[in-house]
Nanobody
Framework: QVQFVESGGGLVQPGGSLRLSCAASRMSFSIYTMGWYRQAPGNQRDLVATITRGGSTNTADSVKGRFTISRDNAKNTLYLQMNSLKPEDTAVYYC???????WGQGTQVTVSS
């Protein structure tokens, strides 16, 4: 079964930065479009950013210019660099293929002063 293990979340002040990582296993990582998703309390899970197997990226308007998605196919790892964080970025962040397989545990990001 495909497995995703997200890490790198935490508590950060507004304007701060975090880098999330996601280790994927039991899948041919390099051939899939991958994505970062997030879910705030009481909200649906939303797609934040995607990256194709060729490295083309797309980000949601709400994070455009602040978040950058990248991948290392040799390490089966997906990254999300998050800069200029805002309180509304507070959520549990998940990585997955796009469209998604089964979900991992996610990593909590809290932006608060």
């Amino acid at each position: 079964q495909v497995q995703f293990v997200e890490s790198g979340g935490g508590l950060v002040q507004p304007g701060g930065s975090l880098r999330l990582s996601c280790a994927a296993s039991r899948m041919s990582f390099s051939i899939y479009t991958m994505g970062w998703y997030r879910q705030a309390p009481g909200n649906q899970r939303d797609l934040v950013a995607t990256i194709t197997r060729g490295g083309s990226t797309n980000t949601a308007d709400s994070v455009k210019g602040r978040f950058t998605i990248s991948r290392d196919n040799a390490k089966n790892t997906l990254y999300l660099q998050m800069n200029s964080l805002k309180p509304e970025d507070t959520a549990v962040y998940y990585c997955n293929a796009h469209p998604p397989f089964t979900w991992g545990q996610g990593t909590q990001v809290t932006v608060s002063s």
